[in-house]
Nanobody
Framework: QVQLVESGGGLVQAGGSLRLSCAAS????????IGWFRQAPGKEREFVST????????YYSDSVKGRFTISRDNAKNTVYLQMNCLKPEDTAIYYC???????????????WGQGTQVTVSS
């Protein structure tokens, strides 16, 4: 079992950057793919990015490709989401999730964090 805790959210101006962290407890962290999802008010949760267990493959949604970078440090049981060139439409609660498959849907992940708020002002 894996417990996930997100951090690093906050308020930033458009064009700015934030780095989110997803810290995991549990001895099998390196066995799990970790994904990031986000949910804006009144909208459905959407896929942002994911990384395979080894870190060898990463995937991004079209809306963040080229601006966001996902990475992981298995020695620290942590996955990062570096977010650059932020836009007001990136405003949402960001969740990290762990699962066996680095897929783009919520159903690919079994374990979820509580989320961290990201607000981008124009």
């Amino acid at each position: 079992q894996v417990q996930l805790v997100e951090s690093g959210g906050g308020l930033v101006q458009a064009g700015g950057s934030l780095r989110l962290s997803c810290a995991a407890s549990g001895r099998t962290f390196e066995s799990y793919a970790i994904g990031w999802f986000r949910q804006a008010p009144g909208k459905e949760r959407e896929f942002v990015s994911t990384i395979t267990a080894s870190g060898g493959n990463t995937y991004y949604s079209d809306s963040v490709k080229g601006r966001f970078t996902i990475s992981r440090d298995n020695a620290k049981n942590t996955v990062y989401l570096q977010m650059n060139c932020l836009k007001p439409e990136d405003t949402a609660i960001y969740y990290c999730a762990g699962g066996w498959t680095a897929g783009p849907t919520s159903y690919d992940y079994r374990y979820w964090g509580q989320g961290t708020q990201v607000t981008v002002s124009s």
